[in-house]
């Protein structure tokens, strides 16, 4: 099997896409041709009086039903040709579909008055389309092949080897062309074919060179991005070997190991110790945010949602407890299916949005986690809180990494605004979706609150790699 796929397009899933898409595009069109013939001999005869041979009719009915036929055929293993480059593919196929268009034209032409038919520019539409698709050598020998088998034809009608028919309403019966005429017009035709073959060609390779501009400049951007994202993760690591050394030294002088401190110096060093902590949380954040950058699910598994969620507000527990917070989780869903996923990631995603509903809740307070199903494909998960709730106009950047709402107390609440951009693209890499909404659907007039609701497919559509990766930070 010949290869009709540059080296480029081999394995570039937009140029595959697209060719299926005409191919597909190829098979209704020709649907209508069949219309559009039929009609034309219904008008042709009723209408403009066209008073074609009965030769001439079954010749073009014939070639309809025949069009009809193989179209049937070809749209019924469209979906079977694959894109293998090596074996016959997409290319090939439209390959096919033009050849046996043009036959079935060819013979539409030679019915309806060779040079006097009103068919034959339809090879030129026909040049155009194949250029767009085909490799231009290729295209360059079916426009040879067409201009010499309209020019042996013609040759074969004038010496009477074959028939001529013409269209008498079109044509008069006695009107025969010199053979400078005939030689005139496949000349002319026959370097509009190549004309237009060198014009839509061109278009189509510089159209196809900035493609490949594109591809390569998005290729360099996610490098870049690679490289920045490893880059991040170096110079943090270094940043949190010393800040993790002091905060070790702090705990041992609050432990009293070294000795007796005084009162208003326990005072510093547990401010000290809070603020290490909120930096050594910010790190694991950004790490945690350029490992996800870097790394596909590597893994999937069946994950039961609400056992994880419930398994995550049991950690949580002395902390709701003291400060009297009400979980309540509700199951509204009749089948209660696993999620295939990335269990330690869905865990960091779930663990972000419980600990923001408590953080930013009050004492005396309710959080209600909502499980339903959208359809018999997707599971909806609502997590809704009576806290500070966030403003419209920062409800759309929220998922921004290190953007904080403007109504929070950044003195007395630590954060690093990367707790819902980990949450987010932890979402989308399973190809899920997230949006917030405030108030939320139990808040009131003190403490809107804010509803964050989740949309994940039980099954995702992208193959995972069974790749091993350790992410000791998660």
Same mark, same amino acid.
């Given at each position: 099997?010949?290869?009709?796929?540059?080296?480029?397009?081999?394995?570039?899933?937009?140029?595959?896409?697209?060719?299926? %898409?005409?191919?597909?595009?190829?098979?209704?069109?020709?649907?209508?041709?069949?219309?559009?013939?039929?009609?034309? &001999?219904?008008?042709?005869?009723? =209408?403009?009086?066209?008073?074609?041979?009965?030769?001439?009719?079954?010749?073009?009915?014939?070639?309809?039903?025949?069009?009809?036929?193989?179209? @049937?055929?070809?749209?019924?293993?469209?979906?079977?040709?694959?894109?293998?480059?090596?074996?016959?593919?997409?290319?090939?196929?439209?390959? %096919?579909?033009?050849?046996?268009?043009?036959?079935?034209?060819?013979?539409?032409?030679?019915?309806?008055?060779?040079?006097?038919?009103? %068919?034959?520019?339809?090879?030129?539409?026909?040049?155009?389309?194949?250029?767009?698709?085909?490799? *231009?050598?290729? !295209?360059?020998?079916?426009?040879?092949?067409?201009?010499? =088998?309209?020019?042996?034809?013609?040759?074969?009608?004038?010496?009477? !080897?074959?028939?001529?028919? %013409?269209?008498? *309403?079109?044509?008069?019966?006695?009107?025969?062309?010199?053979?400078?005429?005939?030689?005139?017009?496949?000349?002319?035709?026959?370097?509009?074919?190549?004309? $237009?073959?060198? &014009?839509?060609?061109?278009?189509?390779?510089?159209?196809?060179?900035?493609?490949?501009?594109?591809?390569?400049?998005?290729?360099? &951007?996610?490098?870049?991005?690679?490289?920045?994202?490893?880059?991040?993760?170096? !110079?943090?690591?270094?940043?949190?070997?010393?800040?993790?050394?002091?905060?070790?030294?702090?705990?041992?002088?609050?432990?009293?190991?070294?000795?007796?401190?005084?009162?208003? @110096?326990?005072?510093? &060093?547990?401010?000290?110790?809070?603020?290490?902590?909120?930096?050594?949380?910010?790190?694991?954040?950004?790490?945690?945010?350029?490992?996800?950058?870097?790394?596909?699910?590597?893994?999937?598994?069946?994950?039961?949602?609400?056992?994880?969620?419930?398994?995550?507000?049991?950690?949580?527990?002395?902390?709701?407890?003291?400060?009297?917070?009400?979980?309540?989780?509700?199951?509204?869903?009749?089948?209660?299916?696993?999620?295939? *996923?990335?269990?330690?990631?869905?865990?960091?995603?779930?663990?972000?949005?419980?600990?923001? $509903?408590?953080?930013?809740?009050?004492?005396?307070?309710? !959080?209600?986690?909502?499980?339903?199903?959208?359809?018999?494909?997707?599971?909806?998960?609502?997590?809704?809180?009576?806290?500070?709730?966030?403003?419209?106009?920062?409800?759309?950047?929220?998922?921004?990494?290190?953007?904080?709402?403007?109504?929070?107390?950044?003195?007395?609440?630590?954060?690093?605004?990367?707790?819902?951009?980990?949450?987010?693209?932890?979402?989308?890499?399973?190809?899920?979706?997230?949006?917030?909404?405030?108030? $939320?659907?139990?808040?009131?007039?003190?403490?809107?609150?804010?509803?964050?609701?989740?949309?994940?497919?039980?099954?995702?559509?992208?193959? =995972?790699?069974?790749?091993?990766?350790?992410?000791?930070?998660?």
């Amino acid at each position: 099997m010949f290869v009709l796929v540059p080296q480029w397009a081999q394995h570039y899933g937009e140029f595959w896409k697209a060719i299926r %898409l005409r191919n597909r595009w190829f098979i209704r069109l020709r649907y209508i041709t069949v219309v559009i013939l039929l009609g034309f &001999l219904l008008f042709g005869e009723l =209408i403009l009086n066209f008073n074609l041979s009965k030769t001439q009719i079954i010749a073009i009915a014939l070639i309809s039903i025949i069009i009809f036929l193989y179209n @049937v055929i070809l749209q019924s293993v469209k979906d079977k040709i694959g894109d293998v480059p090596s074996k016959f593919n997409c290319l090939h196929f439209s390959l %096919l579909q033009i050849v046996l268009d043009m036959s079935a034209l060819m013979l539409l032409v030679y019915f309806t008055g060779m040079i006097d038919s009103p %068919l034959y520019m339809l090879f030129i539409f026909h040049m155009i389309i194949g250029s767009l698709i085909l490799p *231009g050598y290729i !295209v360059y020998i079916c426009a040879g092949a067409i201009a010499f =088998i309209f020019a042996v034809l013609d040759y074969l009608q004038r010496t009477d !080897v074959l028939d001529v028919y %013409l269209i008498p *309403g079109l044509v008069g019966k006695e009107h025969v062309h010199e053979i400078t005429y005939d030689v005139l017009f496949i000349t002319v035709f026959g370097f509009m074919l190549f004309v $237009s073959v060198y &014009l839509a060609n061109k278009i189509a390779r510089q159209l196809y060179r900035r493609e490949q501009q594109l591809r390569r400049t998005l290729e360099k &951007l996610e490098e870049a991005e690679e490289s920045k994202q490893k880059y991040t993760i170096g !110079v943090v690591h270094e940043i949190k070997s010393p800040i993790a050394a002091l905060q070790s030294i702090i705990q041992l002088l609050l432990e009293r190991i070294v000795g007796p401190i005084d009162v208003e @110096v326990e005072k510093k &060093l547990q401010r000290a110790k809070i603020r290490t902590d909120e930096v050594l949380a910010l790190i694991n954040n950004i790490l945690r945010f350029s490992k996800l950058k870097l790394l596909d699910i590597t893994s999937s598994e069946e994950v039961m949602v609400d056992g994880l969620i419930r398994s995550l507000i049991e950690n949580h527990f002395e902390e709701t407890k003291q400060r009297k917070i009400e979980f309540q989780i509700f199951d509204q869903r009749e089948n209660k299916k696993a999620v295939m *996923g990335d269990k330690i990631l869905l865990e960091l995603a779930f663990s972000n949005l419980i600990s923001n $509903s408590i953080k930013y809740s009050p004492d005396d307070s309710r !959080v209600e986690i909502t499980l339903s199903e959208k359809d018999a494909e997707n599971i909806l998960i609502e997590v809704s809180d009576t806290g500070i709730g966030i403003p419209q106009h920062d409800i759309n950047k929220i998922f921004n990494q290190f953007y904080r709402a403007s109504n929070i107390d950044k003195t007395n609440m630590e954060g690093s605004g990367m707790g819902l951009a980990i949450v987010k693209e932890i979402i989308d890499r399973h190809k899920g979706t997230i949006e917030a909404t405030s108030p $939320s659907k139990i808040g009131n007039a003190k403490y809107p609150g804010t509803t964050v609701t989740i949309r994940l497919p039980y099954k995702i559509t992208s193959e =995972i790699e069974p790749e091993e990766i350790t992410r000791e930070d998660y």
